[in-house]
């Protein structure tokens, strides 16, 4: 079973990568501005629904390298480092844009919705190196099931990604106009947040190898 504060953290990780702007804030905000509420919720249903493919190939895959090759941990750790600290740039870098700089769509059906909210979570490399690299840094095998710990992880990145997406999905056409007539939060926003992926970089590289 995972300890409650190192659950937390990684909630807090979780919270942290769906309020990174990728592939799905884009596809959510522009699908709810150009094409309303509902839309932005129907295509979220396809968005976790994809979640659930990186969830259980990643839960699969660990279970297989833990035991296997118990070094693959520290290869594990530190390109999770790397990538947060890749994120942590692109939220600083000069020029980075706004998620809320929606693209314009043209009206889909609600099947088409559903599919393609699927496609672009299930594509969405973000979520695919988190999994593969940020994931193992919370699973320790004397806790139990690798198989369980991932499940586990899975659950709760999936349920803060629904929550925050739902809210950005019925209020995106809101903050965005609010963004647009507060441009300095925005960049408050973006060094906020580039600061402590940086720290949560930092934290995994100090992180002590976990024995199996």
Known sequence: ?????????????????????????????????????????????????????????????????????????????????????????????????????????????????????????ALNPKIAVFYLSVFPQFITPEHGSVFTQSLMLGFTQISVSFMVNLLISLFAATIAGWFINNPTWLSVQRYFMGFVLAALAVRLMLEQRRSA
């Open 1 to 121: 079973m995972i300890p409650l504060n190192e659950l937390l953290i990684f909630a807090a990780a979780s919270l942290l990568l769906v309020l990174t702007p990728g592939p799905n804030m884009l596809y959510l905000i522009s699908r709810s501005i150009c094409q309303g509420r509902k839309a932005g919720v129907v295509s979220l249903v396809g968005v976790v629904a994809g979640f659930f493919v990186h969830l259980f190939a990643a839960a699969a895959g660990l279970t297989a390298v833990f035991l296997a090759v118990p070094m693959a941990y520290e290869v594990l750790k530190w390109a999770g480092a790397l990538y947060l600290l890749w994120l942590a740039w692109q939220a600083v870098k000069p020029g980075a844009r706004s998620p809320f700089e929606a693209q314009q769509l043209p009206p889909d059906s609600t099947r088409k919705l559903v599919t393609m909210g699927f496609l672009t979570s």
